[in-house]
T-cell receptor, first 114, second 113 residues
Framework: DQQVKQNSPSLSVQEGRISILNCDYT??????FLWYKKYPAEGPTFLIS?????DKNEDGRFTVFLNKSAKHLSLHIVPSQPGDSAVYFC?????????????FGRGTQLTVWP | DTGVSQDPRHKITKRGQNVTFRCDPI?????LYWYRQTLGQGPEFLTY????????KSRLLSDRFSAERPKGSFSTLEIQRTEQGDSAMYLC???????????FGQGTRLTVV
């Protein structure tokens, strides 16, 4: 059972525009959410995170929004750049776990074209 | 380079053979994780170590899989009698005891033929 869902397998955006990647989750025990970026043949690279006590976290061009009531989060990239083209994974941690195990979505392939 | 290091990067093996992968975590990180990623899926949790103790194993980790972390430093993941379904990217990650983010290595791509 997929507890973290990324329903859009791909997204194509023009350079300079906003990219919005969405993620839904089902487990109300999740208390920490992360976004990872992955290039082909490499491991995921941590991008940005948000705690469940916040509804927004910003880091440069990247902003993550959390809507706990809807169990939804989104990653905004503004402005998008060709180097942002990668697979983006949403991940979540269960507050009941002291182990830090992460649950991942299936990823969204972002393509930023000139 | 002080990141998570995995070896080898690629491994092609015949069905039925045993393979072993190594992971060197970031030196001050006491938590180490193994994940597996197949095509079209996100990483799936396999097992977790805190220092040298293996504290959790996923149901994905069949009896053919074994992981160790002697002395709480590097870790090895062994797959015995490999099957074609074992073909995947095996990812290692580490995190500090109080941290939330896990830092991943570049992975080992296993192909079983």
């Amino acid at each position: 059972d997929q507890q973290v869902k990324q329903n859009s397998p791909s997204l194509s955006v023009q350079e300079g525009r906003i990219s919005i990647l969405n993620c839904d989750y089902t487990n109300s025990m999740f208390d920490y959410f992360l976004w990872y970026k992955k290039y082909p043949a490499e491991g995921p690279t941590f991008l940005i995170s948000i705690s469940s006590i916040k509804d927004k976290n910003e880091d440069g061009r990247f902003t993550v929004f959390l809507n706990k009531s809807a169990k939804h989060l989104s990653l905004h990239i503004v402005p998008s750049q060709p180097g942002d083209s990668a697979v983006y994974f949403c991940a979540a941690r269960d507050r009941g776990s002291t182990l830090g195990r992460l649950y991942f979505g299936r990823g969204t392939q972002l393509t930023v074209w000139p | 380079d002080t990141g998570v290091s995995q070896d080898p990067r690629h491994k092609i093996t015949k069905r039925g053979q045993n393979v072993t992968f190594r992971c060197d975590p970031i030196s001050e990180h006491n938590r180490l994780y193994w994940y597996r990623q197949t095509l079209g899926q996100g990483p799936e949790f396999l097992t977790y170590f805190q220092n040298e103790a293996q504290l959790e194993k996923s149901r994905l980790l069949s009896d053919r899989f074994s992981a160790e972390r002697p002395k709480g430093s590097f870790s090895t993941l062994e797959i015995q009698r490999t099957e074609q379904g074992d073909s995947a990217m095996y990812l290692c990650a580490s995190s500090p005891g109080s941290g939330n983010e896990a830092f991943f290595g570049q992975g080992t791509r296993l192909t079983v033929v």
